[in-house]
């Protein structure tokens, strides 16, 4: 009988957990299908709006790390039923929001409420779980976790074409967050790690600070990455943040030594060389996770596929992620968590570097983006965070939510990268008009059949172009194809412009999922480093930890 409810309360937080952090990481990227027509609603520019993601970002980073914190101290399902309520009433503010500045304060809440469910699941499933069943329902909870993530803007897309309604997209979440609140209540089993003393309150609002300095530095790099340290925005900002680390580290190793102290960041997990190794891992893996944000740009600018299905190609990518969660489980119990980290980092390499080496068909990156996304779906669930919590007898959560504030950190940093390795590709497009242009037009009008009056009109452009000794770009080109008259002529023109803007698309792509796959392959150096230094966490290791637990 005792085994029976074990069982079915193991099935309710499941469920609980599972469909609340589906719904919360769906939400982190649903906004940005919605993001022009919000701008429009509150008549504000391209840049403030961006903030509305901005601020879901900074607020995620600010409440993992004290979510994680509380959760440990105060109990899980406390903490659950709290951020579910914070996340339904975020989403409630920000569908009503009569003003942009509303709008942005309902956003932080939101991600206040939900950038701790995620921790929270992970936490309880650590704490409540048997052993032998840890990595199948972590793998279960990581694969809602990554296929929302990826499925966020194809779900808004979809919900914007359904309704035409921005607001639909928050106001979706209310009744599913009363329903969670309400069985949180009723099925949900209590787990925590208490501890004695007061809570770190000082330390708490240093961290915050800090966190919130890093991120905010972090989203403003733009453009070239380092010549973006030269702002103020960037620099000092990360500067900052750093000096606020350094403090909040002299004050918590104050606080670890008195006798009823309890500090928000556990010093001696800090002090630790293998778990430092694990959120180096957590970083590279946020790096890996954001190849997958430039997909739909990929299909539209290299495959050609139209812009307004361009996300729904995301979604093989997603299943793939999916079933690698659930794989990355089934592979930690039976092979353990850091052969599972190596296997992920060499499936996402091979699928990346795939990208540039062998896409030409639609059916190939289908087949090479499965092959990536299975890779990074099994680093999303167990082998990570079990990584990260193993030798541990108490601050679980606060050592899951210090792995996924460094996968944010990761995310952050790799898209600004990635945009580089775009930017550069696109500006070889003058070079590309000089050098190729004119052989893949002679092609295009080959196949064309021009009449005798599309081939003067031909000529005359032909003179036209070695007038300017070449000396054309992208907007001369434009100015030139819309003062064509012949409609097969401009079309064969069209045609090359779109071949040119191709290999310019396809050599930015190119650099970009070859840093992704180089990211991927040192996920597998760090995975490896990090065996000696689990080798010795079993040994004396596993006592010295043990022991300042208890």
């Known amino acids: 009988m005792r085994t029976l409810g074990k069982r079915t309360s193991q099935f309710w937080a499941l469920l609980l957990f599972s469909v609340g952090v589906f719904m919360a990481q769906l939400d982190n990227g649903i906004i940005s299908s919605a993001l022009t027509t919000i701008n429009r609603h509150f008549d504000v520019s391209d840049n403030w709006g961006a903030w509305g993601i901005t601020i879901y970002t900074l607020g995620l980073a600010i409440s993992l790390p004290i979510v994680g914190k509380l959760s440990d101290r105060y109990g899980r399902k406390k903490l659950f039923i709290i951020e579910i309520a914070l996340f339904g009433i975020g989403s409630l503010m920000v569908a009503l929001s009569p003003t942009f500045a509303f709008y942005l304060v309902a956003r932080f809440i939101q991600a206040l409420g939900g950038g701790g469910i995620f921790i929270i699941g992970n936490s309880h499933i650590l704490s409540t779980v048997e052993p032998e069943k840890q990595a199948k329902y972590l793998g279960l909870l990581g694969a809602m976790n990554g296929v929302a993530a990826i499925l966020g803007p194809n779900v808004g897309a979809f919900l914007l074409d359904l309704t035409g309604n921005w607001h639909v997209l928050f106001l979706i979440n209310v009744p599913i967050a009363i329903v969670l609140f309400a069985l949180g209540f009723m099925k949900l089993q209590e787990s925590a790690d208490p501890r004695p003393g007061r809570l770190d309150l000082a330390g708490t609002i240093i961290l915050s600070f800090a966190i919130l300095s890093l991120m905010y530095g972090l989203t403003n790099i733009e453009g070239n990455f380092w010549a973006s340290f030269r702002e103020w925005e960037v620099s000092g900002f990360l500067g900052a943040a750093i000096l606020l680390f350094v403090i909040l580290l002299l004050y918590e190793s104050r606080i670890e030594k008195k006798a009823d102290g309890d500090p928000v960041i556990p010093m001696y997990l800090v ?22 944000i430039f997909i739909p740009a990929f299909t539209e600018n290299v495959l050609g596929i139209a812009a307004e299905k361009s996300g729904y190609w995301m979604t093989p990518l997603a299943l793939a992620s999916g079933i690698g969660a659930g794989l990355g489980g089934a592979l930690v119990t039976r092979n353990g968590p850091v052969a599972t980290v190596i296997v992920s980092g060499v499936i996402a390499a091979i699928g990346y570097a795939l990208f540039p080496l062998w896409i030409d068909a639609r059916w190939e990156f289908v087949v090479a983006s499965m092959i990536a996304g299975a890779g990074i779906g099994i680093i999303l669930g167990a082998p990570l965070n079990i990584l990260a919590t193993e ?6 959560g606060t050592a899951l939510a210090s792995l996924s504030l460094f996968r944010q950190i990761g995310m952050t940093i790799a898209p600004t990268i990635y945009a580089g390795f775009i930017a550069r590709g696109f500006n070889r497009m003058g070079d590309l008009f000089r050098n190729d242009f004119q052989p893949i037009l002679q092609e295009d009008i080959a196949r064309a059949n021009l009449s005798q009056e599309a081939m003067g009109e031909l000529a005359a452009i032909g003179r036209q172009m070695a007038a300017e000794s ?47 796959a180089v990211l991927s392959a040192l996920v597998i150096v760090v995975a490896l480093a990090l065996i000696p230094l689990r080798n010795k966490l079993k040994g004396s290791g596993a006592a010295a930890a043990g022991s300042h637990e208890a």
Not at 271 to 292: C, E, H, K, N
Not at 391 to 396: D, F, T, V
């Open 271 to 292: 002090r630790q060389p293998r778990f430092l190794t694990v959120l180096l891992i957590g970083a590279l893996s946020g790096g890996m996770l954001a190849g997958m």
């Open 391 to 396: 030798g541990l007898k108490a601050n679980k």
């Open 470 to 516: 070449g000396s054309f770009d992208a907007d001369r080109m434009n100015e030139i194809i819309a003062s064509i008259q012949d409609p097969a002529l401009k079309q064969a023109v069209l045609d090359s412009v779109a071949e040119i803007t191709r290999m310019a698309a396809e050599s930015g792509y190119g650099g970009l999922y070859w840093s992704a």
